[in-house]
């Protein structure tokens, strides 16, 4: 039997292409199927997504916008993006359609993803997620804005 190598990359492909090595740091994007989300939606799925760090991964910065959100992340050893993907999209589904009293999908079947090279990378796309809801008018401040999330430290 091989033994597993956890730097090789493994390619995916849909769409998209979707490439995975271990211990990489992503920023995923995905977004709603159709319609917007309300604030208070904005909140929920901000708050799914805290949830899951440290259990799946570490959460360095992300933002939901109400058609779309990103994520920075970095899995832990041994959980696929994928899975941490299909978890995000599909609890936060569930609650939102909850709160709407409905079912279905809520967000489109595939998402956008990136491996960060160095950081320089990181800190412009920590900077592009923090200017999101001001860029589209939601706020003044990225920090006033309750669908955005910073690590500290």
């Known amino acids: 039997m091989m033994e597993k190598d956890n730097s090789a990359l493994i390619i995916r492909r849909r769409n998209l292409p979707h490439w995975e090595i271990a211990g ?8 709603i199927k159709e319609g917007r989300l309300s604030a208070a939606e904005v909140v ?17 910065a992300a933002t ?10 970095q899995p832990n050893d041994g959980i696929s993006l994928p899975r941490i993907t ?6 936060s589904a569930r609650l939102v359609n909850e709160r709407r009293g409905r079912r279905g999908t809520l967000w489109r079947d595939e998402s956008y993803d990136r491996i960060i090279r160095n950081e320089k990378e990181m800190e412009k796309t920590v900077k ?10 939601l706020c ?6 309750p669908g955005f999330y910073l690590k500290e430290g």
Do not use: C
């Open 128 to 137: 592009y997620v923090f200017s999101n809801a001001p860029k589209r008018g």
């Open 86 to 91: 299909k978890g995000i999209k599909g609890v």
């Open 24 to 31: 990489a740091t992503y920023f995923v994007t995905f977004q």
């Open 140 to 145: 003044v401040d990225g920090w006033e804005y």
């Open 64 to 73: 939901v916008m109400p058609d779309h959100v990103h994520v920075l992340l």
């Open 44 to 60: 929920v799925v901000l708050e799914h997504i805290k949830r899951g760090d440290p259990a799946f991964y570490t959460l360095l």
